[in-house]
Structures are given as structure tokens and as C-alpha cells.
């Protein structure tokens, strides 16, 4: 049987809430915080200045003089070397994870016998295996600023790779390094030089127990339309009526695999020299007007449609016995249409794909 007060169900009035909330607060100001955590951390609410909270009163000062020691770090929790029971989600393979433009200032080999410091952009992943957690990603920073005071080569790489396979226990990984190659250029007729400045890329690949290297360069030229041109050329014979043909800045990336049994290196100015020597309408630096003239004659002389383009440097890579799989993302970015001309064209296994990036042609936009 259930025995309820007359009064259970009558309306409380403010006055009432006054005199509870007055007796709750004389209670809690007498006990600790654990005590008023017990019975309800909101209470807490309720006292003048309070929190929530079910902990005793923490320090909120930087202490400056703390000194992690081994045995407290020895004492630190480290989830991403857990057990396998703390992995979220399909415990499976991670072919790549790791870390993504950590930058730093790296010294590189020119061909000339000297050096140049650039500001470089670091990627660097390894594979995690199903039964794994995770990585500590600051090891691979680790890893690479052992070997980051020495002038850059894929030889250095590779014992940078060595040192984060090693660290992290892991059987695959990747390594990029992007940065900005400056060239002083000389103008087509006046002399004047100026500094051209070239996305380059150097990628090592360790998978399946099989080393990579590879280079990526994205070049940028001016393409005059063949058809355009000739069109124009109808129309100045046929009729004397002053036409121009449309160019516009166009930009090949072209990435290659160094072929590991050539015995001479291949140089950041080689693959700039290789890709000048399939396309020559390199967009320039410094130009007065014989050079602005110069241009003109060279783009008539080398009109070209995207798929020359491909073929051309196609063409180049073939001839040079430093170089084995490659591929050639070329994009027109037409001044006729509002949309872009494109072609890819790939030769070996390494660069084959079925599937694109939906903004790979996106990416080879330069804005000047």
C-alpha cells in the first residue's frame, strides 16, 4: 500500500525554494568537495563562485620547475601504443599514416657542385598493421631531423626512411619532400635574366620490401592552338582580316621513376632541361618588347594540342636511360573555352590507375 503526504502534489512556493536552497548551501559550506560531490555535483552550482566538478581543487599555475624524470614518464599513458582491444573501428591495415607538411629549411645538391637551402614541405607515412593501435608521429619528425643538417639526396633519404621503418616497426613507408627549385632564366632576345621557380617533389617508397625513387615536376609553358592558328591564317589570306590564334598557360606535371640500374644521376636541372627540350614555350620571367616578339615567333613555331603535349614529353622520357616507368598530367587552361583541355599518359606499372583524384586537374592550376 502506498501512504503519499496530503500536501506531495501542492504547488512549492518561493519562498520554500529560498529557505531549501539557504539550508543546501549551509550544508555544502560545511563539508568537502568530495562530500558535496557525492551527493550531487550540481550542488556545486548552487555555491557562490562554484563548479562542477567531481575532483578536489586543481592547480591552475604552469609549473615552470616540474621536471619529468624517467620514472614519471615511465608513469604516462601512451594510447596510440595500446593494446588491440583499444582500436576503434575495423581492426585492419592502414596502408599509409603518418604526418603531412612538417617543414623545415633542407640543403640540396646542385649540379653545378654547390648547394641551395629551401624551405621544404615533409611528408611522411608508414603502413600500420591490423593488430596495431597506432603510431607515435613524432618520431618520424625525430627520424628526420637526425639526418635534416646534411646536404639532401635520396641517398639521404633512404637512411631517413631506415630510421622510421625502424622506430616505428613498421614494414612500408613513404617519404615526400616538396619545394620550390629557383633557376635564373635569361630572356628570349634582351639579355635580362630573371628567377623561374619550379615545383619539385622527391619521393621514396619502401613496399613489399621494394625501394622507389621517384621525382615529380610540375612545368608551366604557353600552348598556341594549331587549329586556332591556322584559322587565323585563313582569315588574314582569304580576306585580309587581322586575326590571333589563343594560347594559353599550361602546365604538365610529370612524375618518373629513377631506373635502379642507371649508373649517372639524375639532377633537379636535368628533368627541367628534359621538359624545356620536349616543349620550349616556357611562360618567362623578364621580357622587354623584342622579347614579347620572340615569344610570339616561338609559340607560332611550336603550336600544340593537349596530346602533343603528352606525346612530346613522352618522347623525352622514353630517350633518357636514367628514367623508367613514368606519366605526363597535362592541362591547357584555354583562353577559348571556359573549360580546360586535359590528357594523361602513363608508361609502366608504377603511375597505372584506373581511378582519379576528382581534383587532380585542380591541382595543376598556378596562378601567377
Known sequence: MNLHAPDVDREISRAEAEDALALVRRWAELRTPEEVAALDPVISRLLP?????????LSRRYPDDFDADAAYKATMPDLQNGPTSLIRGEATQIQHVGISNFRLPIRYRLRDGGEVTLETSVTGTVSLE??????????????????????????????TLDDYLADLESLDARLMMRFSFPVKVKSLR??????QYYDIAM??????????????LDYVYSSTCPCSL?????????????????????????????????TERLWFEDLIDLARAAVPTETQVMVKREDEQAFAELNAANPIFVEDAARLFCERLRADARIADFRVVASHQESLHSHDAVS????????AAESLDPKLFATLHHPG
Do not use: C, W
Not at 634582351?190 to 628567377?195: I, V
Not at 594523361?344 to 603511375?351: A, K, M, P, S, V
Open 230 to 262: 591556322e584559322l587565323s591564317e585563313h582569315a588574314r589570306q582569304q580576306r585580309g582580316q587581322l586575326a590571333t590564334p589563343h594560347s594559353q598557360r599550361s602546365v604538365a606535371r610529370i612524375s618518373l621513376l629513377v631506373d635502379p640500374e642507371a
Open 344 to 351: 594523361i599518359l602513363t608508361e609502366g606499372d608504377t603511375f
Open 130 to 159: 591490423a593488430e596495431k593501435k597506432g603510431i607515435n608521429m613524432s618520431r618520424i619528425m625525430r627520424s628526420f631531423y637526425r639526418n635534416a643538417e646534411e646536404a639532401f639526396s635520396f641517398g639521404v633519404m633512404a637512411r
Open 49 to 57: 563562485a562554484g563548479e562542477v566538478s567531481n575532483y578536489p581543487a
Open 190 to 195: 634582351s639579355g635580362l635574366e630573371g628567377y
Open 203 to 216: 619521393e621514396l617508397v619502401e613496399h613489399a620490401g621494394t625501394r622507389k625513387k621517384i621525382f615529380h
